[in-house]
T-cell receptor, first 113, second 115 residues
Framework: GESVGLHLPTLSVQEGDNSIINCAYS??????FIWYKQESGKGPQFIID?????DKRQGQRVTVLLNKTVKHLSLQIAATQPGDSAVYFC????????????FGPGTRLSVLP | ETGVTQTPRHLVMGMTNKKSLKCEQH?????MYWYKQSAKKPLELMFV???????ENNSVPSRFSPECPNSSHLFLHLHTLQPEDSALYLC??????????????FGPGTRLLVL
């Protein structure tokens, strides 16, 4: 039979609110992580990255949190704007295999006016 | 703009056609990648080139044939594709140190439909 594709989670937030997008990873040897944003009709755009020797990193309106104990990554967007509407996905990489990233399925963020 | 361009942006082809996708990067990078993005599936790595040499072929069917004439250009030649090959094909580039984890920068993709 036909295999079932992954269901893309959706997060709807009110404009001006904070957004939190989560990502679980499975490889305990992964030590470099990237968040990408993909708008409709465009390729993935780098947002922020973090290495495993850190548990938090801040950018402009975005913060990435890494919890290695439970293999969990989150992206926080402050004061969410309509332009933030997109699919967000995480990518993980293991040291020694610098070009082979494993990508998550993504979360669709919808910003409500 | 990320500095990675792809043409065409949209392509419709029959199963017996031969077509090529083109990618060009203006970032001075030495590594280039082809990815496939299907609906409801994570990004799938297809090929990796470092300094024009193919260093990764992720079990891709032979109906997809990559070509990297120089570090700035990457092609994906397509022939006798199947409808299930319909997807968004993304090109990416990175500095190309291989063993060092490096950010990949993506082009806008080519939306391919195989009839």
């Amino acid at each position: 039979g036909e295999s079932v594709g992954l269901h893309l989670p959706t997060l709807s937030v009110q404009e001006g609110d904070n957004s939190i997008i989560n990502c679980a990873y499975s490889n305990s040897a992964s030590d470099y992580f990237i968040w990408y944003k993909q708008e409709s009709g465009k390729g993935p755009q780098f947002i922020i990255d973090i290495r495993s020797n850190m548990d938090k990193r801040q950018g402009q309106r975005v913060t990435v949190l890494l919890n290695k104990t439970v293999k969990h990554l989150s992206l926080q967007i402050a004061a969410t704007q309509p332009g933030d509407s997109a699919v967000y996905f995480c990518a993980e990489n293991e040291e020694g295999d610098g070009q082979n990233f494993v990508f998550g399925p993504g979360t669709r963020l919808s910003v409500l006016p | 703009e990320t500095g990675v361009t792809q043409t065409p942006r949209h392509l419709v082809m029959g199963m017996t056609n031969k077509k090529s996708l083109k990618c060009e990067q203006h970032l001075g990078h030495n590594a280039m990648y082809w990815y496939k993005q299907s609906a409801k599936k994570p990004l799938e790595l297809m090929f990796v080139y470092n300094f024009k040499e193919q260093t990764e072929n992720n079990s891709v069917p032979s109906r997809f044939s990559p070509e990297c004439p120089n570090s700035s250009h990457l092609f994906l030649h397509l022939h006798t594709l199947q409808p299930e090959d319909s997807a968004l094909y993304l090109c990416a580039s990175s500095r190309g140190q291989g063993y060092v984890q490096e950010t990949q920068y993506f082009g806008p993709g080519t939306r391919l439909l195989v009839l």
